[in-house]
């Protein structure tokens, strides 16, 4: 057993907090306004429907799947919003039929993988294109943008003399209650069972279907709860709204600790990520650089945050590596057989 | 013909359910014919037919490629940024350097295309990094790199020499250049995925990697290998997109890699990897290109390939899951069968 301290200081999320401080650092030099509090309270702002969608992201990698179609529910169920609200429907009433749109693209996805057992790579794949083609059907190319300050304010207005943005009162909203569901209730602790062993899970009582339904429900909801940010603090719904945020998202939820393989991962982890994510693109933007030069320095961080995590649990010692052994074996006797089958049909 | 099957053995069962599944595509393929020919007057045109080989070719190209990385349970999501990066490449090597042979150029976008497929191959392979994860980032990197070197410039056609513009337009025998070079793709890939041992291990190890280790596999070279090959033919990819659409900006591309999996999963390759041919994969990507062309015909806009793209991935993705599941329990019963003969054969 290692020290305390070691353990501490080996936890993902004191390597994120001081990931921060040092890009912090960084911009403040780049920069004399980077650390007025103004500043630092609205760095977040505009990735608030990011880390939306990376909270429901969590509920699905948690459960070993993954879920790479949230960008497209969030286009197509914001103009479908916008279409219905242009009808002279009630704005709230129009969000809430958005919702469940969003809802229902999400329990397709849940549908197919969770009762069907398709793999949910291919089906998100698929449902990605799909639900971003119907997005442009419902508002071909264009937009809409006159929804009315009571709403917008959602997303891109502010409390306390201008100064707090009240997107980021519902981004740490969201974490919390989610972070609760996650951490601190039945539901949440099915997650990490369905992921590490879903074969287990399922022995053990765990309604292993429904749950995994219900996941990629919650993470079409959470695309949806986005969208409404996104059109709030950008004003207006486009069919192409989002569509190139997945890189974000993904790399939010795989920085913030949330493990590729499932069963691992903690809501404060993506928070701090989505944090860190927002800070240095905040930071590229002062030095200058292109949105596609930001997009290769966010996709080595995403490689880079699997690396060190595989390293981390490399060095340390006891529970994690032995608890994979222990698993490998009953898998090893299955595969002992197949390998005979195999040499002995090739010559 | 219920009897037929069943007297089958457990291979011949699974090649009558490959055979049923091309025939499947050649039957969609024919329905699809008819319908836009009844729609759409030039549908049935030669230089309809014409236009439509030539991006069929290039889809196949890129297909074949990816085939190799699927059947060994991976993916590549970074085939189109790849395409598109290597095709700037080959247009902004001709447009400075217009004395450089076209073979050469070709060479240098499958050598570019190697280079950025390897760098999959030892991410997935040696870092342990997911391959949808690992692509994912690299698709953007990819991207953005080709966007830092266009600058967001473009090169368009008459900055090409003219034997590179002609390439697209001639015909070999009658046939468009672009398929000849797809078909020599298809047969060579259909060949080594066929005959080439380190080829079948990809089939194995996508099959149960677990026992493709234990029967001695070096899997993770052999994955590096895929990623490799779906790297250098997305470069020859990009040359022949460069040829096909001459003017090409930092966005050439952009969304390729869909089309290419949705013809390598409508073609029948198993998303779990372990089985598919390169046929199939052929006939996928002839009738994915069909239908992209008819919906251009018909004057339908690009979102309704999109659209249909993804839903032809979900809807081949379904029924395959579900013949598999069939196809297994059948061969279960067939192989206990042959264990242990039940007495009504003995009797037969």
Same mark, same amino acid.
């Given at each position: 057993?290692?020290?305390?301290?070691?353990? #501490?200081?080996?936890?993902?999320?004191?390597?994120?907090?001081?990931?921060?401080?040092?890009?912090?650092?960084?911009?403040?030099?780049? *920069?004399?306004?980077?650390? !007025?509090?103004?500043?630092?309270?609205?760095?977040?702002?505009?990735?608030?429907?990011?880390?939306?969608?990376?909270?429901?992201?969590?509920?699905?990698?948690?459960?070993?799947?993954?879920?790479?179609s949230i960008?497209s529910t969030?286009?197509a169920s914001?103009?479908?919003?916008?279409?219905?609200?242009?009808?002279?429907?009630?704005?709230?009433?129009?969000?809430?039929?958005?919702?469940?749109i969003a809802g229902g693209l999400g329990l397709v996805n849940?549908?197919?993988?969770?009762?069907? !057992?398709?793999?949910?790579?291919?089906?998100?794949?698929?449902t990605?294109?799909a639900y971003?083609?119907l997005?442009?059907?419902?508002?071909?190319?264009?937009?809409?943008?006159?929804?009315?300050? *009571?709403?917008?304010?959602?997303?891109?207005?502010?409390?306390?003399? !201008?100064?707090?943005?009240?997107?980021?009162? @519902?981004?740490?909203?969201?974490?919390?209650?989610?972070? #609760?569901?996650?951490?601190?209730?039945?539901?949440?602790?099915?997650?990490?069972?369905?992921?590490?062993?879903?074969?287990?899970?399922?022995?053990?009582?765990?309604?292993?279907?429904?749950?995994?339904?219900?996941?990629f429900v @919650?993470s079409g909801l /959470?695309a949806g709860?986005?969208?409404?940010?996104?059109?709030?603090?950008?004003?207006?719904?486009?069919?192409?709204?989002?569509?190139?945020?997945?890189?974000?998202? @993904?790399?939010? @939820?795989?920085?913030?600790?949330?493990?590729?393989?499932?069963?691992?991962? *903690?809501?404060?982890?993506?928070?701090?990520?989505?944090?860190?994510?927002?800070?240095?693109? *905040?930071? /590229?933007?002062?030095?200058?650089?292109?949105?596609?030069?930001?997009?290769?320095?966010?996709?080595?961080?995403?490689?880079?945050? #699997?690396?060190?995590?595989?390293?981390?649990?490399?060095?340390?010692?006891?529970?994690?590596?032995?608890?994979?052994?222990?698993?490998?074996?009953?898998?090893?006797?299955?595969?002992?057989?197949?390998?005979?089958?195999?040499?002995?049909?090739?010559? | 013909?219920?009897?037929?099957?069943?007297?089958?053995?457990?291979?011949?069962?699974?090649?009558?359910?490959?055979?049923?599944?091309?025939?499947?595509?050649?039957? =969609?393929?024919?329905?699809? +014919?008819?319908?836009?020919?009844?729609?759409?007057?030039?549908?049935?045109?030669?230089?309809?037919?014409?236009?439509?080989?030539?991006?069929?070719?290039?889809?196949?190209?890129?297909?074949?490629?990816?085939?190799?990385?699927?059947?060994?349970?991976?993916?590549?999501?970074?085939?189109?940024?790849?395409?598109?990066?290597?095709?700037?490449?080959?247009? =902004?090597?001709?447009?400075?350097?217009?004395?450089? %042979?076209?073979?050469?150029?070709?060479?240098?976008?499958?050598? =570019?295309?190697?280079?950025?497929?390897?760098?999959?191959?030892?991410?997935?392979?040696?870092?342990?990094? %997911?391959?949808?994860?690992?692509?994912? $980032?690299?698709?953007?990197?990819?991207?953005? +790199?080709?966007?830092? +070197?266009?600058?967001?410039?473009?090169?368009?056609?008459?900055?090409?020499?003219?034997?590179?513009?002609?390439?697209?337009?001639?015909?070999?025998?009658?046939?468009?250049?672009? $398929?000849?070079? $797809?078909?020599?793709?298809?047969?060579?890939?259909?060949?080594?995925?066929?005959?080439?041992?380190?080829?079948?291990?990809?089939?194995?190890?996508?099959?149960?990697?677990?026992?493709?280790?234990?029967?001695?596999? %070096?899997?993770?070279?052999?994955?590096?290998?895929?990623?490799?090959?779906?790297?250098?033919?997305?470069?020859?990819?990009?040359?022949?997109?460069?040829?096909?659409?001459?003017?090409?900006?930092?966005?050439?591309?952009?969304?390729?890699?869909?089309?290419?999996?949705?013809?390598?999963?409508?073609?029948?390759?198993?998303?779990?990897?372990?089985? &598919?041919?390169?046929? &199939?994969?052929?006939?996928?990507?002839?009738?994915?290109?069909?239908?992209?062309?008819?919906?251009?015909?018909?004057?339908?806009?690009?979102?309704?390939?999109?659209?249909?793209?993804?839903?032809?991935?979900?809807? $081949?993705?379904?029924?395959?899951?579900?013949?598999?599941?069939?196809?297994?329990?059948?061969?279960?019963?067939?192989?206990?069968?042959?264990?242990?003969?039940?007495?009504?054969?003995?009797? =037969?």
């Amino acid at each position: 057993m290692k020290s305390l301290t070691l353990r #501490i200081l080996l936890r993902w999320e004191t390597l994120l907090v001081v990931a921060i401080i040092a890009v912090g650092i960084w911009s403040a030099t780049l *920069s004399p306004f980077f650390l !007025n509090r103004a500043n630092l309270l609205d760095l977040v702002t505009p990735y608030v429907f990011v880390g939306l969608m990376a909270f429901g992201l969590t509920f699905v990698v948690i459960t070993g799947e993954i879920d790479i179609s949230i960008c497209s529910t969030l286009a197509a169920s914001i103009v479908s919003f916008a279409q219905i609200f242009a009808a002279g429907v009630n704005v709230w009433a129009a969000a809430l039929i958005g919702l469940c749109i969003a809802g229902g693209l999400g329990l397709v996805n849940g549908l197919l993988i969770g009762v069907l !057992n398709l793999p949910s790579l291919a089906v998100t794949l698929g449902t990605l294109a799909a639900y971003s083609g119907l997005a442009f059907v419902v508002l071909s190319g264009e937009g809409v943008a006159t929804f009315p300050e *009571s709403f917008t304010k959602y997303g891109g207005g502010y409390l306390a003399g !201008n100064e707090l943005p009240i997107a980021l009162l @519902v981004l740490v909203a969201f974490a919390l209650g989610l972070g #609760i569901v996650l951490h601190g209730t039945r539901f949440g602790r099915y997650l990490y069972a369905i992921g590490s062993n879903r074969e287990a899970a399922r022995l053990s009582g765990i309604p292993v279907t429904r749950v995994r339904v219900t996941v990629f429900v @919650v993470s079409g909801l /959470m695309a949806g709860i986005a969208g409404l940010v996104y059109v709030g603090y950008f004003g207006s719904a486009r069919a192409d709204a989002a569509s190139t945020s997945l890189l974000d998202v @993904v790399t939010a @939820v795989v920085l913030g600790g949330v493990g590729i393989f499932g069963g691992t991962g *903690s809501m404060p982890g993506v928070l701090l990520a989505l944090i860190l994510v927002a800070e240095v693109r *905040s930071g /590229m933007q002062l030095a200058n650089l292109s949105g596609q030069l930001q997009n290769i320095v966010i996709g080595v961080l995403l490689l880079a945050a #699997i690396v060190a995590g595989n390293l981390i649990s490399a060095a340390r010692t006891g529970s994690r590596p032995a608890r994979l052994h222990r698993r490998r074996k009953g898998v090893t006797a299955n595969a002992r057989a197949d390998a005979q089958v195999l040499v002995d049909s090739n010559p | 013909m219920i009897a037929r099957v069943r007297a089958m053995r457990p291979q011949e069962l699974a090649a009558a359910a490959f055979r049923l599944r091309e025939i499947g595509i050649v039957l =969609a393929l024919l329905v699809v +014919i008819v319908f836009f020919g009844a729609r759409a007057s030039n549908f049935l045109s030669v230089s309809n037919w014409q236009d439509i080989a030539q991006n069929v070719s290039i889809v196949v190209v890129v297909a074949v490629g990816e085939t190799m990385v699927v059947l060994t349970r991976n993916i590549d999501l970074s085939v189109g940024s790849i395409v598109g990066l290597c095709g700037y490449l080959v247009a =902004a090597t001709l447009a400075h350097h217009p004395g450089v %042979p076209v073979e050469v150029v070709a060479l240098i976008a499958m050598a =570019a295309g190697l280079g950025l497929g390897l760098i999959n191959g030892l991410l997935v392979a040696v870092a342990r990094i %997911p391959a949808i994860i690992a692509t994912l $980032a690299t698709l953007a990197i990819y991207r953005g +790199i080709d966007a830092e +070197i266009t600058g967001g410039k473009n090169i368009t056609a008459s900055q090409l020499p003219d034997r590179f513009l002609s390439l697209a337009a001639s015909k070999p025998l009658g046939f468009p250049a672009l $398929a000849w070079i $797809a078909l020599g793709v298809a047969v060579v890939g259909a060949a080594t995925l066929r005959f080439v041992p380190w080829a079948r291990d990809f089939y194995a190890i996508g099959s149960n990697p677990d026992a493709a280790r234990f029967a001695g596999i %070096p899997a993770g070279r052999r994955i590096i290998i895929a990623f490799a090959l779906s790297g250098a033919l997305a470069g020859l990819g990009g040359f022949l997109f460069a040829s096909r659409f001459p003017t090409l900006d930092s966005g050439a591309a952009n969304g390729f890699e869909l089309t290419v999996i949705t013809a390598v999963v409508i073609g029948g390759v198993n998303v779990f990897g372990g089985s &598919g041919t390169v046929l &199939g994969v052929v006939l996928g990507a002839v009738l994915v290109a069909t239908i992209s062309n008819g919906f251009t015909l018909l004057r339908l806009d690009e979102f309704w390939k999109i659209f249909f793209n993804g839903f032809a991935i979900v809807a $081949a993705v379904t029924i395959d899951s579900l013949v598999t599941r069939r196809l297994q329990e059948a061969l279960r019963r067939r192989r206990a069968e042959l264990l242990v003969p039940s007495p009504a054969r003995a009797d =037969a």
